[in-house]
């Protein structure tokens, strides 16, 4: 399958890209991930990309493009992929469009994760992320803690609130989300690919999706 998970930060994309990943091979292509690695890293992409990350800003499209049409085009993507938080604005949404159809690619749906503004506000506060940039796992204070508090269960690696977790940074995200990536709704539907979910279950997400694509 090929798709794009919208949904304002910590509306759960990533955790149901996961789980789609599982379904049929597809890959989960987190342009948050990927960015955040390359920071980890020290590499060029990281140091442009780390001064708006940290102020929970956007990163420039140049940058992100040139991510986008190299990773689409790694032996992986062959299966399918899931873009989670990708496109996140108009211009993005266009120039996707225009790389898709350079490389022949077609995709399948749009899908909008809905999840109300207090549940979002408390999973981002209560989650923390391992510090190693190779793993990357992801807990929740309350719903989901390491077996050792601040150490990671996967690597040993310390668990960490992110910069951009903060109760500042997440209103600030939100608020960008809102400004910048909310009009992506009314792009997709014009295409006629889109699909809007209100659940704050993964399952429910799961269910309602292989419910559109037919499986």
Same mark, same amino acid.
């Given at each position: 399958?090929?798709?794009?998970?919208?949904?304002?930060? +910590?509306? +759960?994309?990533?955790?149901?890209?996961?789980?789609?990943?599982?379904?049929? +091979?597809?890959?989960?292509?987190?342009?948050?991930?990927?960015?955040?690695?390359?920071? #980890? #890293?020290?590499?060029?992409?990281?140091?442009?990309?780390?001064?708006?990350?940290?102020?929970?800003?956007?990163?420039?499209?140049?940058?992100?493009? +040139?991510?986008?049409?190299?990773?689409?085009?790694?032996?992986? %993507? #062959?299966?399918?992929?899931?873009?989670?938080?990708?496109?996140?604005?108009?211009?993005?949404?266009?120039?996707?469009?225009?790389?898709?159809?350079?490389?022949?690619?077609?995709?399948?749906?749009?899908?909008?994760?809905?999840?109300?503004?207090?549940?979002?506000?408390?999973?981002?506060?209560?989650?923390?992320?391992?510090?190693?940039?190779? %793993?990357?796992?992801?807990?929740?204070?309350?719903?989901?803690?390491?077996?050792?508090?601040?150490? %990671?269960?996967? %690597?040993?690696?310390?668990?960490?609130?992110?910069?951009?977790?903060?109760?500042?940074?997440?209103?600030?995200?939100?608020?960008?989300?809102?400004?910048?990536?909310?009009?992506?709704?009314?792009?997709?539907?014009?295409?006629?690919?889109?699909?809007?979910?209100?659940?704050?279950?993964?399952?429910?997400?799961?269910?309602?999706?292989?419910?559109?694509?037919?499986?």
């Amino acid at each position: 399958m090929k798709l794009i998970l919208l949904g304002a930060p +910590g509306a +759960g994309k990533g955790t149901v890209a996961k789980l789609l990943t599982q379904m049929d +091979g597809s890959v989960q292509i987190s342009t948050g991930d990927i960015l955040r690695g390359a920071v #980890a #890293a020290g590499t060029e992409l990281g140091k442009k990309a780390e001064a708006a990350m940290k102020r929970g800003d956007l990163v420039s499209d140049d940058l992100i493009m +040139g991510i986008m049409e190299k990773r689409l085009q790694e032996p992986d %993507c #062959a299966k399918g992929f899931l873009l989670d938080g990708f496109p996140r604005t108009i211009p993005q949404a266009e120039a996707l469009k225009l790389l898709l159809a350079k490389l022949g690619i077609k995709l399948d749906m749009v899908v909008s994760i809905e999840v109300p503004r207090d549940v979002i506000l408390d999973r981002l506060s209560t989650r923390r992320t391992c510090s190693n940039g190779t %793993c990357q796992a992801i807990y929740n204070v309350k719903s989901n803690p390491p077996k050792k508090e601040g150490v %990671c269960d996967k %690597c040993g690696s310390p668990v960490v609130q992110r910069e951009d977790e903060t109760e500042a940074a997440i209103s600030h995200r939100l608020e960008t989300y809102n400004q910048k990536t909310a009009p992506l709704i009314g792009f997709y539907e014009k295409e006629g690919m889109f699909v809007r979910v209100n659940a704050t279950s993964s399952d429910a997400v799961i269910a309602a999706i292989k419910a559109k694509l037919g499986k």
